[in-house]
């Protein structure tokens, strides 16, 4: 616990740090923009991202025991992968003048990268499954 308060109070000093000199030298660091960003980083968490996590664990939380980790895996990764390469995908920060920006067909190689995410939890799930009809399944955590 201590070292966790520890923690807390390090980070808490940083997080003041960085607000001190975010208006200290406001002219050249926008506070009205950090403000916009951060809040709506919260509200893009709070409505959107933590319903979406709910709902998936609540739809998988009646899976077989055996099974319901793996599929949870592949749907974080996928999101997450997801969630990195969306920009790219729709092309923010492309500009005519510059091929080079953004030289590749990003929505297939996304396809590609969701396609294998979603072979490895399908192995992970086939690999519970024998391990079920064996008698070899792990025990619960």
Not at 45 to 50: G, K, R, V
Not at 122 to 132: D, G, I, P, Q
């Amino acid at each position: 616990m201590r070292g966790r308060l520890i923690a807390y109070g390090f980070g808490a000093t940083l997080i003041g740090v960085g607000g001190i000199g975010l208006l200290r030298d406001a002219a050249e660091t926008r506070p009205a923009g950090w403000l916009v960003w951060f809040a709506g980083a919260a509200l893009t968490h709070d409505l959107l991202l933590a319903p979406l996590v709910l709902g998936a664990a609540l739809l998988t939380g009646r899976l077989p025991e055996p099974y319901r980790r793996p599929v949870r895996v592949s749907l974080v990764l996928a999101a997450c992968v997801s969630a990195v390469a969306l920009p790219m995908v729709l092309g923010l920060g492309n500009r005519a003048g510059d091929p080079s920006r953004l030289p590749r067909a990003y929505g297939a190689d996304l396809a590609i990268i969701l396609a294998l995410i979603g072979l490895a939890g399908a192995l992970a799930v086939a690999v519970s499954a024998v391990r079920v009809r064996r008698g070899r399944s792990r025990r619960p955590r």
